[in-house]
């Protein structure tokens, strides 16, 4: 969940750092550090509390000269957020100097054989027993940088993506990477380390994506060597990676999460691009032509998932079961492995995640593997853990998502999702071709229709203020709109801190309703569709009760209308593809009432864009 960049090479490194923990800050902003090497040979660490602006201020009119140098915004798991606890982390001699993204799970018992040697340490982290235990190697053994940091990963339990400098060799940088991200990036005479390519792209397209209990050299004048904890060497394996860089800015807006529910009409056709063809009436997926056999004959699916992600599964099943008659289980990836899931080799598992990287999913991921369970995956960065992981899949192609709370990576997934159904559907010939077309027409529309809805923004901006005082909010839907409820509740409970819960409208009245009176919100998903009047009679329990309702209509709604008290109107669309459209609302709703309320709500307070930890 923190966020590492490192720089080795002839242009000075402070920039080039904190570039890109502006770039990485969305992975964490509870403190934030850097270690240069200068050209004396002197090893320098700098570190805040908060965030990447802080840090800034602190060093300005410092001496940052150096052009070797490591660099981290943190998420704090072990120990609270403080300056002791920020990273970089020094070896007792200061020596060393290391940032860590990860979990190690057994520094516990590692910083208890430490002490008993005679370490006293500064911080109650788990990354300053990984750097103390590396510089304990070196000088006990007489070794090398490199052994010593294998040495030291072959006695760690748990996650990590790890850059350690050191100053008896200023030349070198040595990263490690284990179910944590790490990207190597290749200049001309020079490299970069990230935890993923937004730092990278403006500088180099050429990256190498470490796996798992890879470790990588990165030294002056010489290749990129890449080796295991055991010392055995593989041939880096280069990618050229596209990135638009005014995807990384703000673009005007005020916010990215703002930007990032503006980009989704674009995004959603560049997801849809040479996958829909209308005028042919087809759909195609590479990935289901490449193994349309093992996904046609499965027993069941299996969508694993966490969060937003999790939303976007339960519509993926829905639409699955719907099109193409597979039943299919929706699970959260957190919870998968440890209830003994019965799986085996007739099952397909599709696993979601917009980062490729959710540490909980790719162990769920590894977990089916191993039970012989075919694995799509759907993700948004290329060349990601689970994109590698998994044995095919689909890139959801919305482009880097900067805000921390999910928006167009959702109606990516959900975008993906109605593809691969529809493609599954057209080869098991369960779905009759006057409905194909009419989906696939309509998909081909959803763009514009998107466009459409963004023009209420200022109408939604003028209603939020409306909604500060609310402690609570309901957020109710039915069939395909039921899984939009719950992330429209999630979104407004991670950037307003208000408490929201999403629930099914039927379900209502099995508990929830006794939370209803006059200081009760409830937004309710009242589009017309197959299940319009038993949201009705749902809304009336509500308007009994003085709830106060927002309602999403359907264009030309009379009857809604007239009960709610706050209409927000869609245009019309299928069913199966309402999801596409009223999450947009939902999306500004919370995000104008966050900023009414004053908050971040491009970094809401405890989270992380990229879950890397469980």
Same mark, same amino acid.
């Given at each position: 969940?923190?966020?590492?960049?490192?720089?080795?090479?002839?242009?000075?490194?402070?920039?080039?750092?904190?570039?890109?923990?502006?770039?990485?800050?969305?992975? #964490?902003?509870?403190?934030?550090?850097?270690?240069?090497?200068?050209?004396?040979?002197?090893?320098?660490?700098?570190?805040?509390?908060?965030?990447?602006?802080?840090?800034?201020?602190?060093?300005?009119?410092?001496?940052?000269?150096?052009?070797?140098?490591?660099?981290?915004?943190?998420?704090?798991?072990? #120990?609270?957020?403080?300056?002791?606890?920020?990273?970089?982390?020094?070896?007792?001699?200061?020596?060393?100097?290391?940032?860590?993204?990860?979990?190690?799970?057994?520094?516990?018992?590692?910083?208890?054989?430490?002490?008993?040697?005679?370490?006293?340490?500064?911080?109650?982290?788990?990354?300053?027993?990984?750097?103390?235990?590396?510089?304990?190697?070196?000088?006990?053994?007489?070794?090398?940088?490199?052994?010593?940091?294998?040495?030291?990963?072959?006695?760690?339990?748990?996650?990590?993506?790890?850059?350690?400098?050191?100053?008896?060799?200023?030349?070198?940088?040595?990263?490690?990477?284990?179910?944590?991200?790490?990207?190597? +990036?290749?200049?001309?005479?020079?490299?970069?380390?990230?935890?993923?390519?937004?730092?990278?792209?403006?500088?180099?397209?050429?990256?190498?994506?470490?796996?798992?209990?890879?470790?990588?050299?990165?030294?002056?004048?010489?290749?990129?060597?890449?080796?295991?904890?055991?010392?055995?060497?593989?041939?880096?394996?280069?990618?050229?990676?596209?990135?638009?860089?005014?995807?990384?800015?703000?673009?005007?807006?005020?916010?990215?999460?703002?930007?990032?529910?503006?980009?989704?009409?674009?995004?959603?056709?560049?997801?849809?691009?040479?996958?829909?063809?209308?005028?042919?009436?087809?759909?195609?997926?590479?990935?289901?032509?490449?193994?349309?056999?093992?996904?046609?004959?499965?027993?069941?699916?299996?969508?694993?998932?966490?969060?937003?992600?999790?939303?976007?599964?339960?519509?993926?099943?829905?639409?699955?079961?719907?099109?193409?008659?597979?039943?299919?289980?929706?699970?959260?990836?957190?919870?998968?492995?440890?209830?003994?899931?019965?799986?085996?080799?007739?099952?397909?598992?599709?696993?979601?995640?917009?980062?490729?990287?959710?540490?909980?999913?790719?162990?769920?991921?590894?977990?089916?593997?191993?039970?012989?369970?075919?694995?799509?995956?759907?993700?948004?960065?290329? #060349?990601?853990?689970?994109?590698?992981?998994?044995?095919?899949?689909?890139?959801?192609?919305?482009?880097?998502?900067?805000?921390?709370?999910?928006?167009?990576?959702?109606?990516?997934?959900?975008?993906?999702?109605?593809?691969?159904?529809?493609?599954?559907?057209?080869?098991?010939?369960?779905?009759?071709?006057?409905?194909?077309?009419?989906?696939?027409?309509?998909?081909?529309?959803?763009? +514009?229709?998107?466009?459409?809805?963004?023009?209420?923004?200022?109408?939604?901006?003028?209603?939020?203020?409306?909604?500060?005082?609310?402690?609570?909010?309901?957020?109710?839907?039915?069939?395909?709109?039921?899984?939009?409820?719950?992330? #429209?509740?999630?979104?407004?409970?991670?950037?307003?801190?208000?408490?929201?819960?999403?629930?099914?409208?039927?379900?209502?009245?099995?508990?929830?309703?006794?939370?209803?009176?006059?200081?009760?919100?409830?937004?309710?998903?009242?589009?017309?569709?197959?299940?319009?009047?038993?949201?009705?009679?749902?809304?009336?329990?509500?308007?009994?009760?003085?709830?106060?309702?927002?309602?999403?209509?359907?264009?030309?709604?009379?009857?809604?209308?007239?009960?709610?008290?706050?209409?927000?109107?869609?245009?019309?669309?299928?069913?199966?593809?309402?999801?596409?459209?009223?999450?947009?609302?939902?999306?500004?709703?919370?995000?104008?009432?966050?900023?009414?309320?004053?908050?971040?709500?491009?970094?809401?307070?405890?989270?992380?864009?990229?879950?890397?930890?469980?």
């Amino acid at each position: 969940m923190c966020g590492i960049v490192g720089y080795l090479g002839e242009r000075e490194a402070y920039p080039v750092l904190l570039k890109g923990l502006k770039r990485l800050e969305y992975r #964490g902003y509870d403190s934030a550090g850097m270690a240069l090497l200068n050209p004396r040979g002197e090893l320098s660490i700098y570190k805040t509390k908060g965030k990447v602006a802080g840090l800034e201020s602190f060093v300005n009119g410092q001496d940052m000269s150096g052009s070797n140098g490591i660099a981290h915004t943190r998420w704090a798991t072990h #120990g609270e957020p403080c300056t002791e606890n920020a990273h970089p982390h020094a070896s007792p001699s200061g020596r060393l100097a290391l940032v860590h993204n990860g979990i190690i799970e057994n520094y516990a018992t590692l910083k208890n054989k430490l002490q008993a040697k005679g370490y006293a340490f500064r911080s109650s982290t788990d990354t300053e027993v990984l750097v103390y235990l590396i510089e304990y190697i070196q000088q006990k053994e007489h070794t090398d940088l490199l052994t010593a940091v294998q040495l030291a990963l072959r006695v760690v339990v748990g996650a990590y993506a790890i850059a350690v400098i050191d100053r008896e060799h200023p030349d070198m940088i040595v990263a490690a990477r284990k179910s944590s991200p790490l990207v190597v +990036g290749i200049g001309e005479e020079e490299f970069f380390l990230a935890s993923d390519a937004t730092p990278l792209v403006e500088y180099t397209k050429k990256m190498v994506y470490l796996k798992d209990e890879e470790v990588a050299v990165l030294q002056r004048g010489k290749e990129l060597r890449i080796v295991d904890l055991h010392n055995i060497q593989t041939t880096p394996e280069i990618q050229e990676v596209e990135m638009d860089l005014t995807q990384l800015e703000k673009g005007g807006f005020p916010h990215f999460m703002l930007k990032e529910i503006f980009d989704q009409p674009d995004c959603i056709s560049d997801c849809m691009r040479g996958r829909i063809q209308p005028a042919e009436m087809r759909v195609f997926l590479s990935a289901v032509e490449e193994h349309k056999e093992r996904l046609l004959q499965a027993r069941r699916y299996v969508i694993i998932a966490c969060g937003t992600s999790w939303h976007a599964a339960l519509i993926g099943k829905q639409l699955i079961e719907h099109f193409c008659r597979i039943p299919v289980e929706v699970a959260y990836a957190s919870e998968f492995r440890y209830a003994e899931p019965v799986i085996g080799a007739e099952d397909v598992v599709i696993a979601i995640s917009q980062s490729g990287e959710t540490a909980d999913t790719l162990a769920a991921v590894e977990q089916a593997k191993r039970q012989g369970a075919f694995i799509y995956g759907i993700c948004n960065n290329v #060349g990601s853990s689970i994109a590698r992981a998994t044995h095919t899949g689909s890139y959801i192609h919305v482009g880097p998502e900067v805000g921390v709370a999910s928006t167009k990576a959702f109606t990516g997934q959900v975008t993906v999702l109605t593809l691969l159904a529809l493609t599954l559907s057209r080869e098991k010939k369960t779905m009759d071709d006057q409905l194909f077309e009419k989906i696939i027409r309509e998909l081909s529309l959803i763009p +514009g229709k998107m466009k459409q809805l963004l023009t209420l923004n200022e109408s939604i901006a003028a209603l939020a203020p409306i909604f500060t005082y609310a402690r609570n909010f309901i957020y109710l839907g039915r069939g395909y709109s039921y899984p939009v409820a719950l992330e #429209g509740a999630l979104k407004l409970k991670e950037i307003s801190y208000i408490h929201a819960e999403g629930y099914p409208a039927a379900e209502m009245k099995h508990g929830p309703i006794a939370l209803i009176d006059a200081e009760m919100p409830v937004v309710v998903i009242a589009v017309r569709d197959g299940l319009y009047e038993k949201v009705l009679s749902n809304i009336q329990e509500i308007k009994a009760r003085q709830g106060k309702i927002i309602a999403l209509v359907t264009e030309g709604d009379t009857e809604v209308t007239r009960l709610a008290d706050y209409c927000i109107t869609l245009p019309p669309t299928l069913e199966c593809l309402e999801p596409l459209i009223a999450s947009i609302p939902l999306q500004l709703l919370a995000y104008h009432i966050a900023v009414c309320k004053g908050k971040n709500v491009d970094q809401p307070r405890n989270l992380a864009k990229s879950v890397t930890v469980e």
